[in-house]
Nanobody, 115 residues
Framework: QVQLVESGGGLVQPGGSLRLSCAAS????????MNWYRQAPGKQRELVAV???????NYADSVKGRFTISRDNAKSTVYLQMNSLKPEDTAVYYC?????????WGQGTQVTVSS
């Protein structure tokens, strides 16, 4: 019943920007912390950004200052604004949330940073 659907990925040049969206359903969105993860080929999944129900945010050092996570509770959507993109940002980006012992994941959206 819980569904997370990412969108907004694509191909972008180094230095460019992209905004990812994750639309949530089946949860009380406003009280849930939401996370963005990414996984690049041959690498482990990495937590890149967190936004709490109170809208506090945290970022991985690798994206700090370049990425911004935000949420629109009226739309039950969390965003990841990605600026100054680098080739090393290339990955599949996943939206995630947790409720007790349960984990919920989106299907992922591909971000490719290349000239």
């Amino acid at each position: 019943q819980v569904q997370l659907v990412e969108s907004g990925g694509g191909l972008v040049q180094p230095g460019g920007s992209l905004r990812l969206s994750c639309a949530a359903s089946g949860i009380v969105f406003s009280i849930r912390a939401m996370n963005w993860y990414r996984q690049a080929p041959g690498k482990q999944r990495e937590l890149v950004a967190v936004i709490t129900g109170g809208s506090s945010t945290n970022y991985a050092d690798s994206v700090k200052g370049r990425f911004t996570i935000s949420r629109d509770n009226a739309k039950s959507t969390v965003y990841l604004q990605m600026n100054s993109l680098k080739p090393e940002d290339t990955a599949v980006y996943y939206c995630n949330t947790n409720r007790g012992k349960y984990e919920y994941w989106g299907q992922g959206t591909q971000v490719t940073v290349s000239s």
